[in-house]
C-alpha cells in the first residue's frame, strides 16, 4: 500500500465510520472501536512497522498523514490509533525473531493492538524515570510492581509497551531503566475506572496497577537498560508525530467549519455576506497561514526522522509545541469568528476547543519540549540537570 492509498484508505474510515460516530464518542466518552477496527481491517495495524517484519513501513511521514486526516473527524480515533503506531514501532525497533511472530505479525494482520504504559502517577511530565518495578528471578523472568497512568487504549489493546527500573540497580546506573511487553490477560493486571475527562473523551486513558505481574524473560524489549534508548529514539519521535498530526487536523476541521459558516452567512438587515468583512478576510488568511506553515514543518520533521538526518531532533521536538500553538490559536478564533451559534454546547467546534487545550498539556509538555529544543540546539544533554 503506496502513501497515497494510506490517506486515502484513512479518509474513507474517517468521513464513513469516525465522523458519524465523533459527537457519540465525546458525549459518552466511548473508546471509537469500529473505526479502530475498521483502520485494521482496511491493512493499516502495521503502517509503521517495517517492511522486512512484513509491515507496511510508512514511518513517521505515513503516521503523520494518517494522523491528521483521522482528527480531522474524530480526535480520539486519531490518539488511539496513533498510540497503537507509537507502540508498534518500539516492538519493532528490536524485536527478536520470537516476538516479530507473537506481536509484529498479527499487528500487521490487523488481528492485534497495542499501545503504551510509561506515564506514573508520582512522576509527572517526567514519564522517563518509572518508578514502576522489574525484578528478574533466578530463572531469567521477570516480576512487575507498580502503577501505570493515563494508558491511552487501556483495557482494549492487546499488550502494553511498559517502561519498568531494577530496583536492584543503583538509581544512576545507566543500565536501570527498561521496556518489556505485557499481555492484555496477565495475571496480577488490573484497571482503574473508565476515563472521565473534558477532553478527548473517547481515548480510554485508564490506570493500570501491575500487582507482582509475572512474565518470562522474552518479554523484555531489547536489553536491561534500554529504556531511555527507546524513550529518545523511538517513543519521543512517534509520539510527538502522532500528537502532531492529531491536534493539526483539529486545527484543519475548525478551520474548515468556521470558512463554511462565513461564506455562507449574510446578515439579515443588510443582505450583506459575513465573508465581504476585511477583518474576517484578514483573519480567516491568518488562521489557513497558520496551519500551512505549522504542517510543512510536521512534514519536514517527519522526513528528516525517516532519513535519519543527524539534524532532525530540533524539528522533531519543535513540532508538538508549535502545533499545539496553532492549534489553540486557530480553535480560539474560529469560536470567535462565527459567533454565539458556535458556542452551542452539542456544536462540533465547542468539542474540538476541549480537545485542543489539551494539547499543551499532553507530555511531553509544551514547557518542557522548547527546554528540550534549546539544550539539544546548545549540544548539551536532555536530561541533565
Known amino acids: ?67 491528521e486526516e483521522l482528527a480531522r473527524a474524530c480526535s480520539s480515533t486519531s490518539l488511539c490509533f496513533g498510540m497503537h503506531c507509537v507502540g508498534s514501532a518500539v516492538l519493532a525497533a528490536k524485536a527478536t525473531s520470537r516476538q516479530a511472530e507473537r506481536y509484529l505479525a498479527p499487528i500487521n494482520e490487523g488481528q492485534h493492538l497495542t499501545t503504551l504504559a510509561l506515564s506514573e502517577p508520582g512522576t509527572g511530565v517526567h514519564f522517563y524515570f518509572p518508578q514502576c518495578t522489574c525484578r528478574v528471578q533466578p530463572d531469567g523472568g521477570l516480576v512487575l510492581s507498580g502503577e501505570k497512568s493515563f494508558v491511552t487504549n487501556g483495557g482494549h489493546a492487546d499488550s ?14 545507566g543500565g536501570r531503566f527498561s521496556c518489556v511487553v505485557v499481555d492484555r490477560d496477565a495475571p496480577g493486571t488490573s484497571w482503574g475506572g473508565n476515563w472521565k475527562a473534558s477532553r478527548l473523551r473517547g481515548n480510554s486513558s485508564r490506570e493500570l496497577t501491575l500487582a507482582d505481574v509475572p512474565l518470562a524473560a522474552d518479554r523484555m524489549l531489547g536489553e536491561h537498560g534500554d529504556q531511555l534508548w527507546y524513550v529518545f529514539q523511538v517513543v519521543v519521535p512517534y509520539f510527538l508525530t502522532a500528537m502532531s498530526g492529531t491536534y493539526l487536523g483539529i486545527a484543519q476541521a475548525a ?32 488562521m489557513w497561514a497558520r496551519i500551512a506553515r505549522t504542517r510543512t514543518l510536521l512534514h519536514d520533521a517527519a ?28 480553535v480560539g478564533d474560529a469560536m470567535s469568528l462565527t ?47
Not at 532519513?307 to 521536538?317: H, N, S, Y
Not at 454565539?340 to 509538555?365: E, F, I, K, N, Q
Open 1 to 67: 500500500m503506496n502513501i497515497q492509498e494510506v490517506v486515502e484508505s484513512c479518509r474513507s474510515v474517517a468521513s464513513n465510520i469516525a465522523a458519524p460516530a465523533a459527537d457519540a464518542i465525546d458525549r459518552d466518552a466511548r473508546w471509537p472501536e469500529e473505526s479502530l477496527r475498521a483502520l485494521q481491517q482496511n491493512g493499516l495495524g502495521g503502517l509503521v512497522v517495517p517492511t522486512r517484519f512484513g509491515g507496511l513501513g510508512h514511518g513517521l511521514f505515513g503516521l503523520a498523514l494518517a494522523s
Open 160 to 173: 502494553y509497551v511498559v517502561s519498568v527500573a531494577r530496583p536492584d540497580l543503583a538509581p544512576d546506573a
Open 303 to 330: 522526513a528528516r526522522g525517516d532519513r535519519g538526518d543527524e539534524d532532525t531532533l530540533p524539528a522533531v521536538l519543535s513540532v508538538k509545541a508549535e502545533v499545539a500553538d496553532c492549534v489553540n490559536e486557530v
Open 339 to 385: 459567533g454565539g451559534r458556535s458556542y452551542r454546547r452539542d456544536g462540533p467546534l465547542p468539542r474540538l476547543l476541549r480537545d485542543a487545550r489539551a494539547a499543551h498539556v499532553m507530555s511531553p509538555t509544551t514547557d518542557l519540549l522548547r527546554q528540550w529544543v534549546g539544550r539539544a540546539l546548545l549540544e548539551l544533554p536532555l536530561l541533565a540537570d
Open 255 to 286: 478551520y474548515d467549519l468556521c470558512r463554511d459558516s462565513v461564506a455562507s452567512r449574510r446578515h439579515d438587515h443588510s443582505g450583506r455576506g459575513v465573508a465581504h468583512s476585511p477583518i474576517v478576510q484578514h483573519r480567516l488568511g491568518t
